[in-house]
């Protein structure tokens, strides 16, 4: 009878563990930035580069393929069904809060997860496998400052920049889509007229805030695994679907804050 | 009267059943503490370096008690003690120079061009120039070893601590290694003060070893 109930419970307790053990990664990952000894930071900033040129600059491809095919079909549906209501001056409003500042930020950190968060978990994880945190320890090297630190900024930095680059070619696939229906000139009077500075700085925060969610869940997967190699992928698992999950909470609460 | 470099005072080690470990290994020599895997030995090194903290007793590195010391000071002791891992432990996505010059990029004050200097000397010693762009995967063990000693000397510590260095190596790779490690020859002895752990040593590296111990049967002997 009480079998459910206690299910539920030690469910509800793996949870709130994890938020903590989540949450108190999170406040290391920052001490490190403090701690960091000043000859570790170029190495540290190189490996940053580094992972910057693999989780943004190879990217862009995917973003500017998937954001102009969203906001070419989400902008020609709309600029077809609202003509026939007369109403395609809401195109602009649609533009901003459905692809700028929902989708944009949504669909490049998911993007972000599943492409570079993985990588990282695994890689960390191999890491553990293979005994190198040990090495690193041993050498003085906090596996915090060498691996996460570096990884945690290049998917913050490479996530706010790839939402900035997600919603700039949606607002130019936009245009092309609307083109049947109206000329450039009244595109970008419509849409620039429905962007307000909220808007601008809910989307800039959101792409902060879901790269810090994939770089942080991602980190902390890689190295949760106890040392067994058969824990590598189950860790690659866990920090995408993690990500995904917490990118979409996220997403609802930005909603929940701005009404 | 030699400097105490290491010292374990009444360490609980599986192979001492009735007694704590306690030995000391002076400044400016190398020594072996041998035993079996179940003996405990492994864990030394690790206790020298504060990585593990031992249930009972103290290890004094140079006089001071590791065990005390915060997070941040013992990450920065390690940075000035050289230590080669059991399972190597070279970082599997950079090439053997970069992770021999790892330790000299983050432990040390060096230019970049003086660690470059410092990585072309080491590389030759160690007869790896020509896999030094590599990675550890793409080479020979007996090359991630010496690699793996090259990183562990490469900024000139007075204190080396080794795991099972010289596992599957030939007797004259090991020998040409623990020279290297020692650093050549001073007044006092060794340049270098040489920790060793593991199972077995070659015979024909004893001379070149000035005290051994060997835990066995629950008793700890020593031998010079």
Same mark, same amino acid.
């Given at each position: 009878?009480?079998?459910?109930?206690?299910?539920?419970?030690?469910?509800?307790?793996?949870?709130?563990?994890?938020?903590?053990?989540?949450?108190?990664?999170?406040?290391?990952?920052?001490?490190?930035?403090?701690?960091?000894?000043?000859?570790?930071?170029?190495?540290?900033?190189?490996?940053?580069?580094?992972?910057?040129?693999?989780?943004?600059?190879?990217?862009?491809?995917?973003? #500017?393929?998937?954001?102009?095919?969203? /906001?070419? $079909?989400?902008?020609?549906?709309?600029?077809?069904?609202?003509?026939?209501?007369?109403?395609?001056?809401? %195109?602009?409003?649609?533009?901003?809060?459905?692809?700028?500042?929902?989708?944009?930020?949504?669909?490049?950190?998911?993007?972000?997860?599943?492409?570079?968060?993985?990588?990282?978990?695994?890689?960390?994880?191999?890491? !553990?496998?293979?005994?190198?945190?040990?090495?690193?320890?041993?050498?003085?090297?906090?596996?915090?400052?060498?691996?996460?630190?570096?990884?945690?900024?290049?998917?913050?930095?490479?996530?706010?920049?790839?939402?900035? $680059?997600?919603?700039?070619?949606?607002?130019?696939?936009?245009?092309?889509?609307?083109?049947?229906?109206?000329?450039?000139?009244?595109?970008?009077?419509?849409?620039?007229?429905?962007?307000?500075?909220?808007?601008?700085?809910?989307?800039?925060?959101?792409?902060?805030?879901?790269?810090?969610?994939?770089?942080? %869940?991602?980190?902390?997967?890689?190295? =949760?695994?106890?040392?067994?190699?058969?824990?590598?992928?189950?860790?690659?698992?866990?920090?995408?679907?993690?990500?995904?999950?917490?990118?979409?909470?996220?997403?609802?609460?930005?909603?929940?804050?701005?009404? | 009267? !030699?400097?105490?470099?290491?010292?374990?005072?009444?360490?609980?080690?599986?192979? $001492?059943?009735? *007694?704590?470990?306690?030995?000391?290994?002076?400044?400016?020599?190398?020594?072996?503490?041998?035993?079996?895997? /179940?003996?405990?030995?492994?864990?030394?090194?690790?206790?020298?370096?504060?990585?593990?903290? &031992?249930?009972?007793?103290?290890?004094?590195?140079?006089?001071?008690?590791?065990?005390?010391?915060?997070? /941040?000071?013992?990450?920065?002791?390690?940075?000035?003690?050289?230590?080669?891992?059991?399972?190597?432990?070279?970082?599997?996505? @950079?090439? @053997?120079?970069?992770?021999?010059?790892? &330790?000299?990029?983050?432990?040390?004050?060096?230019?970049?061009?003086?660690?470059?200097?410092?990585? =072309?000397?080491?590389?030759?010693?160690?007869?790896?120039?020509?896999?030094? !762009?590599? +990675?550890?995967?793409?080479?020979?063990? *007996?090359? =991630?070893?010496?690699?793996?000693?090259? =990183?562990?000397?490469?900024?000139?510590?007075?204190?080396?601590?080794?795991?099972?260095?010289?596992?599957?190596?030939?007797?004259?790779?090991?020998?040409?290694?623990?020279? %290297?490690?020692?650093?050549?020859?001073?007044?006092?002895?060794? +340049?270098?003060?040489?920790? #060793?752990?593991?199972?077995?040593?070659?015979? /024909?590296?004893?001379?070149?070893?000035?005290?051994?111990? !060997?835990?066995?049967?629950?008793?700890?002997?020593?031998?010079?």
């Amino acid at each position: 009878m009480t079998a459910p109930v206690r299910a539920v419970g030690r469910g509800v307790a793996r949870t709130i563990a994890l938020i903590g053990a989540l949450a108190r990664f999170f406040i290391r990952t920052l001490d490190a930035v403090r701690t960091l000894p000043r000859a570790g930071r170029r190495v540290t900033a190189r490996v940053l580069v580094k992972q910057i040129w693999f989780t943004a600059l190879q990217t862009i491809p995917l973003i #500017i393929i998937l954001s102009s095919i969203l /906001s070419f $079909l989400v902008i020609s549906q709309a600029v077809r069904e609202l003509g026939r209501i007369g109403a395609t001056e809401y %195109i602009g409003r649609l533009m901003v809060v459905v692809i700028v500042r929902e989708l944009g930020p949504l669909l490049t950190a998911a993007l972000v997860a599943s492409r570079s968060g993985t990588a990282i978990a695994a890689e960390l994880a191999t890491n !553990k496998v293979m005994g190198e945190m040990n090495a690193l320890e041993g050498m003085g090297i906090d596996p915090l400052h060498y691996l996460v630190l570096p990884r945690f900024g290049a998917v913050v930095l490479s996530t706010f920049g790839l939402t900035i $680059l997600f919603d700039l070619v949606a607002l130019f696939a936009g245009l092309v889509a609307a083109m049947s229906g109206m000329s450039p000139e009244r595109y970008f009077d419509i849409v620039l007229q429905s962007l307000t500075f909220l808007d601008v700085w809910v989307t800039l925060v959101k792409g902060l805030v879901f790269g810090a969610i994939v770089g942080l %869940i991602s980190a902390f997967h890689g190295l =949760r695994i106890s040392g067994k190699p058969t824990e590598i992928p189950i860790a690659s698992s866990q920090a995408v679907v993690g990500s995904i999950v917490a990118i979409f909470i996220g997403s609802g609460l930005f909603v929940l804050l701005s009404i | 009267m !030699k400097e105490v470099a290491l010292r374990f005072e009444n360490i609980r080690i599986p192979g $001492l059943k009735d *007694e704590g470990l306690t030995l000391e290994i002076h400044a400016h020599t190398a020594a072996t503490v041998l035993g079996s895997e /179940s003996s405990g030995v492994d864990v030394l090194g690790r206790y020298a370096l504060a990585l593990l903290r &031992p249930s009972a007793g103290r290890v004094l590195v140079f006089g001071e008690d590791i065990s005390q010391m915060t997070r /941040s000071a013992a990450l920065a002791f390690r940075r000035r003690v050289g230590y080669l891992p059991a399972d190597i432990g070279l970082l599997h996505n @950079l090439s @053997l120079s970069d992770n021999v010059a790892l &330790p000299l990029q983050f432990g040390s004050s060096m230019s970049e061009r003086e660690i470059e200097g410092r990585l =072309r000397i080491m590389l030759a010693q160690l007869r790896l120039t020509d896999v030094a !762009k590599r +990675r550890p995967a793409d080479v020979t063990e *007996e090359q =991630r070893r010496r690699a793996a000693v090259a =990183r562990a000397v490469a900024f000139d510590p007075s204190l080396v601590i080794m795991e099972d260095p010289f596992d599957g190596m030939t007797t004259r790779a090991a020998a040409e290694l623990l020279e %290297i490690v020692r650093g050549g020859e001073t007044p006092e002895g060794s +340049r270098r003060t040489v920790f #060793i752990t593991g199972r077995s040593l070659p015979q /024909s590296l004893e001379p070149r070893i000035e005290t051994h111990y !060997k835990i066995a049967r629950g008793r700890l002997n020593v031998r010079t």
